[in-house]
C-alpha cells in the first residue's frame, strides 16, 4: 500500500459530460502529481501542485483542470469529454520537488468515454 | 529535455533465468533514474532509485540495476525470474537539468512474460 488514495476506481462517461478525480496524497507529501496512462501515449505527465501552488505543467489539455486544496488532496477536474480522454489517470504524491524523492502512486482511476 | 528509452516493449524469459530489461537515458547532467514496476490493475510500485549514492543500486525483491554514465544507460536485472516477476516494468528519469520538481518522465514500459 503506497498510502495515496485515489476515488474513484472507475468512471464510465459519455462524451461531452464533466468528471472530477480525487486524489488524497501520503501522509506528510505536500507535492502530487497527475499522469494519464494510455496504450498509445504511455505514461503521460499532466500536471504537479507543492503545497497547494502549481508546480510544473505537462501535456495537459486546456480541457483538463487541477487544484490541490489546503488539507492537500488534490483533484483532477476533466470537461467536454471525448473518446480519446479514455485512460487509467494516476495520482502520485512525494515529499517536496526535489529530483532524488521517489514518487508514490495511487492504484488509480480508470475512466472510460463512451 | 531528459528522456529515457526502453529497449523491447516485450521480453520473455523462463523460470529460473536471467532478467535483463534495458533502459537508456538521454540528459546533459547525470540524472536521478528509477525503476517501478506495474502489476495488472494496480498502481506503480518503486522497484529501486538511482541518485548517484552508489553506481550498483539493490532494490526489492532481488532486483538491482547499474548506472553506466559511459553508456547512459541503468539497466534492471535479476538473477533468477520467478513467476510472480511478470508484470510490466517502466525506466523513469528526474531532474538531470532544467526544472523538473521531481517530476518523472517514463519509458514506455516492457512487458515481462516468465514461462514455468
Known amino acids: 500500500d503506497s498510502g495515496v488514495t485515489q476515488t474513484p476506481k472507475h468512471l464510465i462517461t459519455a462524451t461531452g459530460q464533466r468528471v472530477t478525480l480525487r486524489c488524497s496524497p501520503r501522509s506528510g507529501d505536500l507535492s502530487v502529481y497527475w499522469y494519464q496512462q494510455s496504450l498509445d501515449q504511455g505514461l503521460q505527465f499532466l500536471i504537479q501542485y507543492y503545497n497547494g501552488e502549481e508546480r510544473a505543467k505537462g501535456n495537459i489539455l486546456e480541457r483538463f483542470s487541477a487544484q490541490q486544496f489546503p488539507d492537500l488532496h488534490s483533484e483532477l477536474n476533466l470537461s467536454s469529454l471525448e473518446l480519446g480522454d479514455s485512460a487509467l489517470y494516476f495520482c502520485?504524491?512525494?515529499?517536496?520537488?526535489?529530483?532524488?524523492?521517489?514518487?508514490?502512486f495511487g492504484n488509480g482511476t480508470r475512466l472510460t468515454v463512451t | 529535455a531528459q528522456s529515457v528509452t526502453q529497449l523491447g516493449s516485450h521480453v520473455s524469459v523462463s523460470e529460473g533465468a536471467l532478467v535483463l530489461l534495458r533502459c537508456n537515458y538521454s540528459s546533459s547532467v547525470p540524472p536521478y533514474l528509477f525503476w517501478y514496476v506495474q502489476y495488472p490493475n494496480q498502481g506503480l510500485q518503486l522497484l529501486l532509485k538511482y541518485t548517484s549514492a552508489a553506481t550498483l543500486v539493490k532494490g526489492i525483491n532481488g532486483f538491482e540495476a547499474e548506472f553506466k554514465k559511459s553508456e547512459t544507460s541503468f539497466h534492471l536485472t535479476k538473477p533468477s525470474a520467478h513467476m510472480s516477476d511478470a508484470a510490466e516494468y517502466f525506466c523513469a528519469v528526474s531532474g538531470g537539468g532544467g526544472t523538473s520538481y521531481g517530476k518523472l518522465t517514463f519509458g514506455q514500459g516492457t512487458i515481462l512474460t516468465v514461462h514455468p
Open positions: 502520485a504524491s512525494s515529499l517536496g520537488t526535489a529530483s532524488s524523492s521517489p514518487l508514490h
